[in-house]
């Protein structure tokens, strides 16, 4: 009987590779959107040497993996529009939807220093200043000081690196299906060799 089952291996995995991937989705910046990109990009073409070299239902793993996440990447980095003309299918997909959502909840974990005028009276301005008037310093420029600012991750690469998990997560899924489906005609193949037998 073909059932489902999960290892506390697989589990681990599961658990590891969502909390990888929260991780660097809150903290996206253009460096690590890059290098998730590129590491997706290394594990499906490595997928496609699992589909030539191994046999059985590993073969059908690594085939599975490779059709299903090449898919992905094929719509979310195409450069194409909808049939109707109505954007880019990327727009469509329900992970970007996710991604948005995800993004619009997403912690403020960047800050940015910033120079501002400091005016009299403001909070931030301690002791006494006996040369400054209105503001100005003695050379005549203006007081400044640092504001830091927290801002949400950097939109581009949050995307990025979303659609980079998502379409490892998506090509795991598929490599899934595949083995299973493997598993499942060869079992009718070993009980129609019995029958026939």
């Known amino acids: 009987m073909l059932g489902t089952r999960f290892s506390l ?46 046999r059985g239902d590993r073969r059908a793993f690594w085939t599975g993996f490779a059709l299903f996440g090449f898919a992905y990447v094929w719509l979310f980095c195409g450069n194409w529009q909808m049939l109707d003309g109505s954007g880019h299918p990327r727009d469509h997909l329900l992970s970007t939807t996710f991604l948005t959502w995800c993004y619009s909840k997403a912690p403020f974990t960047r800050t940015t220093s910033t ?28 007081a400044m000081t640092m504001t830091t ?25 598929g490599g899934v299906i595949a083995r299973r489906g493997h598993r499942r005609l060869a079992g009718r193949s070993e009980a129609d060799l019995v029958k026939s037998g």
């Open 149 to 173: 600012v927290a801002t949400p991750p950097d939109w581009s690469a949050f995307m990025t690196t979303g659609h980079s998990l998502f379409t490892l997560a998506f090509a795991f899924f």
């Open 9 to 54: 291996r697989g589990l681990f995995g599961v658990v590891s590779f969502l909390a990888v991937s929260c991780g660097l989705i809150i903290y996206a910046t253009p460096l690590l959107a890059i290098a998730t990109f590129s590491a997706m990009l290394v594990v499906m073409l490595t997928a496609i040497l699992g589909a030539i070299y191994n």
């Open 115 to 142: 120079m501002v005028p400091l005016t009299p009276g403001i909070s931030g301005m301690t002791g006494p200043a006996p040369m400054m008037v209105r503001g100005m310093m003695p050379g005549g420029s203006p």
